[in-house]
């Protein structure tokens, strides 16, 4: 049976990671088989173009630059990970995926929707997530959030305004396929996202059966 694709979205400090985790722990107590992973990241190539991206040192990258490593990264990752798990029968839970490229180099960058599109079409061969979970909050929480915890790397140093489009773009994105894409207010509780998250996948999975 092909398995189950699930992607995490949102601006920093949403709590993705943490969410991402939570559900996979979650999962597997219910006995279901769960492969979790992460962009940039995943694969041995993907983590070095990860630390690249990422880098203080790489602050002068130009944005089409950007675009191209996230999406070479993409490739590795669908092709060593994320394939092989969904013909494994796997649920696949991925923090980031094409959304995100959409948001931040696309709204946040400027760069040419149709062009990250073309270039998306390529990269994942058309490979979309069955269910998308954004988690959202504003801007100077999530940054507050990142703060808090020393995080800091080369998207935490853009301006506000950076971060203000790249929500706008994800929100859009919501706006536009509201049946795949699930947003949920990450200014709750932990354990109450969590426990909405799990309806959420627990309702598809179901409707999957049928």
Do not use: C, W
């Amino acid at each position: 049976m092909k398995g189950v694709f699930i992607s995490f979205e949102g601006i920093e400090g949403t709590g993705k990671s943490t969410q991402a985790r939570l559900i996979s722990e979650y999962l597997k107590g219910r006995g279901l088989s769960v492969t979790r992973t992460e962009e940039p990241g995943g694969t041995l190539i993907s983590l070095k173009i990860r630390e690249l991206l990422l880098s203080l040192d790489s602050r002068g990258m130009d944005p089409v630059t950007e675009l191209l490593l996230y999406n070479a990264s993409r490739v590795q990752l669908i092709h060593e990970v994320i394939t092989p798990a969904l013909e494994r029968g796997d649920i696949v839970i991925t923090d980031r995926f094409s959304d995100s490229t959409v948001a931040y180099q696309g709204y946040g960058r400027g760069i040419d929707l149709g062009l990250i599109d073309s270039l998306d079409r390529i990269s994942t061969g058309g490979l979309r997530p069955d269910i998308t979970i954004l988690l959202d909050t504003d801007v100077e929480t999530g940054l507050r959030r990142n703060r808090a915890v020393n995080k800091r790397d080369r998207l935490e140093l853009e301006d506000i305004s950076f971060h203000e489009k790249v929500r706008t773009g994800f929100l859009e994105i919501a706006e536009k396929e509201p049946e795949m894409v699930k947003l949920v207010n990450s200014a709750d509780k932990i354990e109450t996202i969590n426990k909405k998250i799990a309806d959420i996948i627990l309702a598809f999975l179901d409707r999957r059966k049928n």
